[in-house]
């Protein structure tokens, strides 16, 4: 069973301690960095990831203040924890969270760097489909709810 739970007092110090496998370290800035980052964009979410009690992911969410769209800013799952389906069971449940929101958007941006082929076929299976490179090289994906 997997759930998203908000980041606070007791759970965000080991959110610092997820890590991704050495070869994806490269393609996203560290929870700690990005917990951080959040405090100075309150209309962000940040979720922690539980398969049952378990803490294996992270993911940062929320209304890009550019474009006034929804953009999934991070998204992880710990090494350990990969590769069991639990990424597309998370990827869902935002997809959900962001749909139900009273402020939601038709369209849910991502970004991704193109030799993030894992995140590149994870984001296709639960729906998300390549619009082409962004101007900082990464590429862009949108889900729509239309």
């Given at each position: 069973m997997i759930s998203l739970r908000s980041i606070d007092q007791n759970n965000w110090e080991a959110?610092?301690?997820?890590k991704v496998k050495k070869d994806q370290q490269g393609f996203i800035?560290?929870?700690l960095y990005s917990i951080a980052e959040s405090k100075f964009f309150p209309h962000w979410k940040t979720k922690a990831i539980?398969?049952?009690?378990?803490?294996?992911?992270?993911?940062m969410y929320g209304?890009?203040?550019d474009d006034g769209n929804y953009w999934i800013y991070r998204f992880m799952i710990d090494e350990q924890f990969q590769g069991l389906g639990h990424g597309k069971s998370a990827m869902k449940l935002i997809i959900q969270d962001i749909e139900s929101?009273?402020?939601?958007?038709?369209i849910i941006w991502l970004g991704?760097?193109?030799?993030?082929?894992?995140?590149?076929k994870l984001y296709a299976r639960v729906g998300f489909q390549e619009s082409g490179m962004a101007s900082w090289g990464e590429m862009l994906a949108k889900y729509s709810f239309c």
């Open positions: 959110c610092t301690k997820l800035a560290s929870n539980y398969w049952e009690e378990e803490l294996i992911g992270f993911a209304i890009d203040g929101s009273e402020d939601r958007t038709d991704y760097d193109p030799d993030n082929e894992q995140g590149r």
